[in-house]
C-alpha cells in the first residue's frame, strides 16, 4: 500500500502562482509514476499533470492542454512530486488530487492505484 498526502493548496488571485507538493510513503518502491488531478464543483474529475519513471530514469511530464505553459511537475525525489501552478485563473478552482500507481499505462483516474485526500485551491478573480 502507498499513503499520498498532498500540501501546498490555498486561496490565491488570478495571475498569481501555487506550488502544490505531494509526499508518498509505504511501499512506495512499486509505483511508476504519479499525478494530479483535479476535480472543480459539478464537474467530473480530470487529468493535470503526470510524471513517469523506470529505475532512475525519469520521463517527460505530460501535462493536460488546458494548463501547458502554466503548470509544471517535477519529481522532487524518490517519494514527492510537486506541481508549480503558475499564472493561475478563476478556472483552475478545483480539489486538487495526487495520484500514483504502479504500471501506468495511460492518464486517467480509474487507472489509478492509490489516492490522496486532496487540496483545495481557489483562484479569486
Known amino acids: 500500500q502507498v499513503q499520498l498526502v498532498e500540501s501546498g493548496g490555498g486561496l490565491v488571485q488570478a495571475g498569481g502562482s501555487l506550488r502544490l507538493s505531494c509526499t508518498a510513503s509505504?511501499?512506495?518502491?512499486?509505483?511508476?509514476?504519479m499525478g494530479w488531478f483535479r476535480q472543480a464543483p459539478g464537474k467530473e474529475r480530470e487529468f493535470v499533470s503526470g510524471?513517469?519513471?523506470?529505475?532512475?530514469?525519469?520521463?517527460?511530464a505530460d501535462d493536460a492542454d488546458s494548463v501547458k505553459g502554466r503548470f509544471s511537475i517535477s519529481r522532487d525525489n524518490a517519494n514527492r512530486v510537486s506541481l508549480q501552478m503558475n499564472n493561475l485563473k478563476p478556472e483552475d478552482t478545483a480539489v486538487y488530487y495526487c495520484?500514483?500507481?504502479?504500471?501506468?499505462?495511460?492518464?486517467?483516474?480509474?487507472?489509478?492505484?492509490?489516492w490522496g485526500k486532496g487540496t483545495l485551491v481557489t483562484v479569486s478573480s
Open positions: 510524471t513517469r519513471w523506470s529505475g532512475d530514469n525519469t520521463y517527460n
Open positions: 495520484s500514483a500507481v504502479e504500471r501506468w499505462t495511460a492518464w486517467y483516474g480509474s487507472g489509478m492505484d492509490y
Open positions: 509505504g511501499h512506495t518502491f512499486t509505483t511508476a509514476a
